[in-house]
């Protein structure tokens, strides 16, 4: 497997990813807010049938084809489309991200959004890109400074623990920073911490394939994604705090 094979696999879903952005969608609900378009389980199995040809000792799982969550040894994570309620709502920011992962450890990443055009990708030990040139995080120290962004779980609804979680971590952390962006796509909040935009990011109740390429490519470029304790941060884990390393402890003290 490499990088380059990889690219090429995720890029030929765009025109696929772009006729279902521009076009009337059939909208589905997996739970009260969490919606899944046609378009959504398309692209997916697209791509698994192409990884599944190209890389045929790994296993793909899938967001929309996953019906029980595990972690084989070879394992490629896809979310066919992160940021489906944006993509519905016709908001650019959504994006295929596809994780390898060998040994409980990323190996490769890509994080594709073809409406904008941007393709962040990363190799263990390679460094991060976008679009094939360099990409490192911000060197903001001051947390005062930093620009954060975050997201909303889909059990907010049911007011329960990740509800009350979410307000708490808000009030810790809005007055003491820049200010707060919530996009709505995981992987490209990673992947906006990864090239500067962004100093920091924490959600929860994530997926694997939510962070799974993502996360590599912040680590790549220089940043450092835990749990909520300051562990490395595992796909089953709760809570994800990603950063460009230097306000980390900042954000880790705020995440209560």
């Known amino acids: 497997m490499n990088i380059t094979q990889l690219v090429a696999i995720v890029k030929s879903a765009k025109n696929l990813f772009l006729e279902g ?28 049938q192409a990884l599944n040809e190209a890389f045929p000792h790994y296993t793909v799982v899938g967001e929309e084809s996953t ?40 190996l490769m990443g890509v994080v594709y959004n073809p409406v904008l055009d941007e393709c ?58 820049r200010d707060i962006r919530r996009y709505g796509s995981a992987a490209i909040d990673l992947c906006y911490v990864a090239c500067g935009k962004f100093e920091g990011y924490y959600e929860c109740n994530l997926k694997p394939w939510d962070v799974a390429a993502g996360m590599l490519i912040l680590l790549e470029s220089g940043g450092r994604v835990t749990n909520e304790k300051g562990e490395f941060f595992d796909l089953d884990d709760h809570i994800l705090v990603a950063s460009n390393t230097h306000i980390h402890d900042a954000l880790l003290a705020r995440v209560i």
């Not at 909208?27 to 959504?40: C, E, H, I, N």
């Not at 692209?43 to 698994?48: N, P, R, S, V």
């Not at 930093?146 to 979680?165: H, I, M, R």
């Open 21 to 48: 952005y521009t076009s009337q969608k059939n909208v589905a609900y997996k739970g009260t807010v969490d919606l899944v378009t046609q378009y959504d389980v398309a692209i997916e199995a697209y791509l698994t």
């Open 120 to 177: 962040f990708t990363a190799v263990r030990g390679g460094g991060a890109m976008l679009n094939g040139a360099p990409i490192a995080v911000s060197t903001q120290t001051l947390f005062q400074q930093s620009l954060l962004a975050t997201g909303f779980p889909y059990t907010k609804t049911q007011k329960g623990e990740d509800y009350a979680w979410v307000l708490r971590t808000m009030a810790a952390m809005l007055p003491d920073t």
């Open 67 to 106: 019906q029980t969550m595990h972690h084989p040894a070879k394992a490629i994570y896809i979310d066919p489309i992160d940021g489906t309620t944006n993509f519905v709502h016709g908001l650019p920011f959504c994006a295929i991200s596809v994780g390898v992962w060998e040994d409980g450890a990323p």
